[in-house]
């Protein structure tokens, strides 16, 4: 599976509905709380090309973007494989 990061703060609502899809797919993730890790909201905010809303999501080196991003990602029967995407595959 591919590693998967998102970028989140404690009290946001969509931050925690992309962590309950990605629980619900088996996806393991590493989550970086933008309010708590010093430097992690300008790594998100390079890293998404200018986007400073939470959560950001990456899959591999993929930019999902944020929570209905993922959401239509899964909708159209695409986040499986991307998640499932390697680089030896």
């Known amino acids: 599976m591919q590693p998967v990061t998102i970028y989140t ?16 797919k088996g996806a393991s993730f590493q989550e970086i709380d933008v309010e708590r890790v010093q430097g992690a909201r300008a790594t998100m905010v390079d890293r998404a090309r200018g986007r400073t809303s939470v959560p950001q999501i990456f899959i591999g080196d993929t930019h999902v973007g944020g929570c209905d991003d993922l959401y239509a990602l899964d909708r159209a029967g695409k986040l499986d494989p991307l998640l499932r995407d390697t680089a030896d595959a």
């Open 9 to 24: 703060t404690a009290w946001c609502p969509y931050c925690s509905a992309a962590k309950s899809l990605l629980k619900e």
